[in-house]
Nanobody, 115 residues
């Protein structure tokens, strides 16, 4: 089992920045992928960004150039630096840990961007 605890969501004006954190604990394998997904009201959950334990990054086109994903393997923590936020970034953001044995979701953190 893996537990994920997210933090850093909140309310921000358009153009502002937020930083999300997600700490993983439990049975952590050294080779894994961690990432962020989001779900806006009435929409499906979508990928925002992922990063492998080796540092390979993947971003959704909608956030490229604005969001930066990083991780601290020693702390089993993944971060999402969100810059130039837009109202359409408003959603619940979920952390995910993935390994060949399965995947786990965090409880989600609300990000609201006002115009």
């Amino acid at each position: 089992q893996v537990q994920l605890v997210e933090s850093g969501g909140g309310l921000v004006h358009a153009g502002g920045s937020l930083r999300l954190s997600c700490a993983a604990s439990g049975k952590i394998f050294s080779i894994n992928i961690m990432g962020w997904y989001r779900q806006a009201p009435g929409k499906q959950r979508e990928l925002v960004a992922t990063i492998s334990s080796g540092g390979k990054r993947n971003y959704a086109d909608s956030v490229k150039g604005r969001f930066i994903i990083s991780r601290d393997n020693a702390k089993n923590t993944v971060y999402l630096q969100m810059n130039s936020l837009k109202p359409e970034d408003t959603a619940v953001y979920y952390c995910r840990y993935s390994h060949t044995t399965g995947g786990y979701w965090g409880q989600g953190t609300q990000v609201t961007v006002s115009s």
